[in-house]
DNA sequence: GAGTGAAACATGTATATACATGCCATGTCA
DNA sequence: TGACATGGCATGTATATACATGTTTCACTC
């Protein structure tokens, strides 16, 4: 009676499951600290190494962090790719100083099975996909306009995410545990939609971040437009191990 | 009569300098074959488990590429971050099919102090710098400008390049182990100068990269300016382990 | 009560051994 | 000459064992 998976992967891939899993279920918490070696080793029914080199290759993944002598806990949700800050403009809006004030409208919320337009975006194409469009403000003035095409099977408690307090990108980061990321930026003129949502002149430059997440098959994907006079920037921070 | 360093860190670790070593001074060149983990064992006298440990490290580092039954080679210079592919913009044009012409022209090329503008960038404040302008060309119009600041001390040969046939990022890629990457994007209002060397509109908008690249405590920083008309992108992909 | 030392326990490393798995070259047989 | 089997060799995994190293706890001593 293993709690094991019973796959052909090897062993330790199995222990390394397993542990996901219980850090993803949320039975272990962030900072919790799991079960030592040795009571894996017995209740998994498998060797201490083999334990161990789960864990040390869980730790070099940053999912865990280790203390000898001490014990091992979930680490903090990692920065798992670069450009992770990228666009989280209300934190941005928030770091400016107390006089700016940050705002969310949320425009169109809609379930519906996916037009051509997400087929090309690659999602699966069978399940309907939740497609919204949000504008953010500063102080009453449209800043950026976020198109999102999320598969709400795939993240958690999408539906009930609450689009003014937290930002999108942050929160599907630390749900979603991505295979593959892509990002494309690109300045365009701003269309006709792009310029009435965002109040501004029809051929002024937007930059545009796209952003398409893989977990496994399944695709999200993210466009966002800032409006150039805004002087918002995307940036990013990677720091190898 | 050992080949690994005596210092204090652990065996693995001590092999895997070895053959870090090995790659670096060209002795192992590119795709060439290791010796096989039992050869290792023999001329490095430590088991087997410890050698495979550290080659299997530095294969998912990206160092090596393994093949059961086959064995142990020497890895292309790996992707070591995100927006590598990032406006390599001499092969995008060649990509674009065989009509078109990619050319550059060299406008600057000075070794200074660090005025204040580096300084900014956190350059060694003592050495001189190398500074160029290059505009490249699609068609004999220009659609990019790229701004270097590169500590020559830091690369070797930089100064013996040739900025026309090398895409320049990837060169400073493969040469300088980074131990950080800052990118930072925006969209800006061309100033009069790269109005000029772009030969756009004052106010029209650039695409701009500015990329900023730690080694050790050591600075360079590109910045490119790309004609929003021209319609290139800048992106990544990224595929974690 | 404060300080000390040892036990208990955690992770970290190193080794020997065994077997599994995959590739390739060699040799045999048709 | 071609197809196939096989042995050799490479990496991949799993285990038991031993010891090293760092932290906490707790009992004992002064």
Request: net charge neutral; proline share 6%; glycine share 6%.
């Amino acid at each position: 009676m293993s709690a094991l998976s019973d796959t052909a992967s090897p062993l330790y891939e199995k222990v390394k499951d397993f542990v996901l899993a219980n850090i993803g279920s949320g039975k272990w918490a962030q900072n919790a600290r799991l079960p030592s070696e040795n009571d894996l080793v017995n209740s998994l029914g498998v060797s201490r190494m083999t334990v161990h080199r789960a864990l040390r290759e869980l730790t070099s993944e940053g999912h865990l962090r280790r203390v000898q002598g001490v014990g091992t806990f979930v680490a903090p949700p990692k920065a798992q790719s670069t450009l992770i800050e990228v666009s989280n403009i209300i934190n941005e809006i928030r770091d400016r100083g107390g006089k700016h004030r940050a705002g969310v409208i949320l425009l169109e919320r809609i379930e519906h099975p996916a037009p051509a337009i997400i087929r090309a975006f690659e999602f699966d194409q069978v399940k309907p996909v939740d497609h919204s469009l949000v504008v953010h403000f500063e102080n009453d003035v449209p800043v950026q306009l976020e198109e999102r095409y999320v598969n709400p099977a795939l993240v958690p408690h999408y539906l009930d995410q609450d689009f003014t307090s937290i930002a999108t990108l942050e929160y599907l980061q630390r749900c979603t545990p991505l295979t593959e990321v892509e990002h494309l930026i690109s300045a365009l003129p701003a269309g006709p939609e792009q310029a009435r949502l965002l109040q501004m002149p029809e051929r002024d430059s937007c930059l545009v971040l796209h952003r398409k997440t893989w977990t496994g098959a399944t695709v999200a994907t993210v466009n966002t437009f800032t409006h150039v006079g805004s002087r918002y920037s995307l940036g990013s921070r990677y720091r190898p191990t």
